[in-house]
Structure formats: structure tokens, C-alpha cells
């Protein structure tokens, strides 16, 4: 009996784990700034360069990072969903444009709409090392306390805005500053 | 002329596994210090490569910034921890030995102790297998039938 029933449980708990492994996302990486400070960082303004923008700006509120640029095509994919969220909500989504160039990176606001309070202009991708950027767009939600508490890698799409993201934000809006 | 080709390959090889850019050092310890640890961090784009084999544009960054932590005087280990502070342990290819790393680091070593208890089984199975006893009707019948045998032969 045994010697039947042995390759047959060996094969299934190889079926197990190998369709597990297919459904995992090797892209998907875990954050490590999970409920941690959002850190720092002090960037020019995409449309003022003179002013300065920075998350301490944000402290007391719930707000979402969104990681873009113009060369990333997936950016497009999801730009939509962000502006249906900028519409819907009074969430601030705070745009880090990442490794862009200034003039292009307007020109694609302005002709996709701009769902963003206010876009950081990092030119050379330093805080988005800090943020632990990788795979372009990215969106971090922060809490009051300036802790980040979820990252969504990859584009944002409505699932994700209404199962994950919205929800986190009513309840985290809940909790005190 | 194949060797010529074949040494031009060779030769090829070297520059395409070397990081694209050229960084200078002041002391042979620094760029050890460098080419070890681009070897030993991964790049979270093309993940099955590290920093120094990725042409990733973050990979590109992410040397850059371990090129100037080096000449600041940054050791190994403030290197890593600032890797491992914004991409995690995943940076790592040899990530450190946590509850959460350990089946990575014992789980080969369970199924190898695993894979020679299973063999044990099956040979001691083999062996008591190969010893058959025969009670006493069987014993006369074997001799029964050898001398069967015996007396065909001598005829």
C-alpha cells in the first residue's frame, strides 16, 4: 500500500508548493520601511524649483507617496486610477517624480492631468534609494505620525485602490495624530 | 584562426562581467573593499544578478553609492545595514541567519538528512527482504525437489 501511496504524497506536495510558487510575485520584494519614519528628504518643487517640498510637510496627515516618472510606462497604466483617486477623495498623493527630466516630466502631467498636491523633482534618484525604490511606480501610504504603513510596488490599479489602499487610509485616518 | 576567436571571446568575456563604470581609488583596499561588495549585494531589478553584473539603472545608482561610502571610510558592515535599511535582507545574497532566513539556511541540510534516512529504510527493507525462512513442509519440499534435480543429472 505504502509503496503506492508515497510517490503519490510526495507528488502532490509537489504540486502544492509549486502552484503556491507560481502565484507568488518574485518582483514583489518586502519593504523594510514597513512602520517606520518615512525618510527624509528635501527636493525642489517639479513646477516652483525655487520652493522645497518635504514628507515633514505632511505631518498630521494621511497622505500617499506615488513614485513616477515619465519614461516609465507602466506610470501611464495607472495614472487614470490616480486621478479618479485625486477626484474622489481628499487624500493628498504626493507625486515623487524619479530620475526625470523637468520638462518632460510637466509635459506628461499636462497632458495626462495632474492628480498630484504636489510633485518632488529627484533628479538623480537619491531619495528614492532612501525610499527604497526599484521598480517604478511605487505608491507608500503614510500615516499622521509620518510612519509608513503599506507600499504598493508596481502599477496601482482600481483592485488595489478599493480592497487595500482606501480602506487602510479611512482606518488610519481614524487613529490620532 | 579558431584560437584567435576564441581568445577575442575570452577576452570580451572579462570587460562584459566588470561594472560599466570606471571608479578610481586612492588604496588596493577600497577597491577590493568595492568589487567584493558589488559581488555580494543583489540588484533588485534583475534580480539574479548583482551589482556588479546588473546594467540596471538602479544597480548603476546603487554602486555609485557604495563608490562614495567607500571613500567617505564606510565599512562592510555600514554598507550592508544601509542596503538592507531600504531594500531588506533580499539585497543580500547571503542574507543573515533569522527566524524568518532560517528554513532557507537549514532547509537543504533537513531534506539531505531526510533523503539518507529514506535510503537506510530501503536498504534494511532489501536486506530483511533477502532472508526468507521456510518452515519444515518447505525445507523436505526444497530437498524433495533438489534431489529430483540430483537424480535426473546422474542419469
Sequence with gaps: MWRYLAPLGIFIVLVVFLSIGLKLDPREVPSPLINKPAPAFTLPKLHQPQQSVSPADFKGKVWLLNVWASWCVSCR???????????SSQIPI???????????????????????????????????????????????????????????????????????????????????? | MKKLILLLLFAGLGTAFAGVEVHKFEQAEQEQQYNRLIAELRCLVCQNQNLADSNAELAQDLRQEVYEMIQ???????????????????????????????????????????????????????????????????????????????????Q
Design chain 1, 77 to 87: 497604466a495607472e495614472h487614470p486610477v490616480l486621478n479618479q483617486m485625486a477626484r
Design chain 1, 94 to 177: 504626493i507625486g515623487l517624480n524619479y530620475k526625470d527630466g523637468r520638462d518632460v516630466a510637466q509635459q506628461w502631467l499636462r497632458q495626462r492631468g495632474d492628480p498630484y498636491s504636489v510633485s518632488a523633482f529627484d533628479e538623480d534618484g537619491r531619495a528614492g534609494i532612501d525610499w527604497g525604490v526599484y521598480g517604478v511606480p511605487e505608491t507608500f501610504v503614510i500615516d499622521k505620525r509620518g510612519n509608513i504603513r503599506y507600499k504598493h510596488t508596481g502599477p496601482v490599479d482600481q483592485k488595489a485602490v478599493s480592497d487595500k489602499i482606501m480602506p487602510l487610509v479611512r482606518e488610519l485616518e481614524k487613529e490620532p495624530a
Design chain 2, 72 to 154: 567617505n571610510g564606510a565599512s562592510d558592515q555600514e554598507i550592508v545595514n544601509f542596503m538592507v535599511a531600504r531594500y531588506g535582507d533580499f539585497v543580500l545574497y547571503r542574507p543573515p541567519f533569522k527566524t524568518t532566513t532560517a528554513f532557507l539556511w537549514i532547509g537543504p541540510f533537513i531534506i539531505l538528512i531526510a533523503g539518507f534516512v529514506i535510503l537506510l529504510v530501503f536498504i534494511r527493507k532489501r536486506k530483511q527482504a533477502g532472508a526468507v525462512e521456510l518452515d519444515e513442509s518447505e525445507h523436505a519440499r526444497a530437498r524433495e525437489l533438489l534431489n529430483e534435480k540430483n537424480e535426473t543429472d546422474s
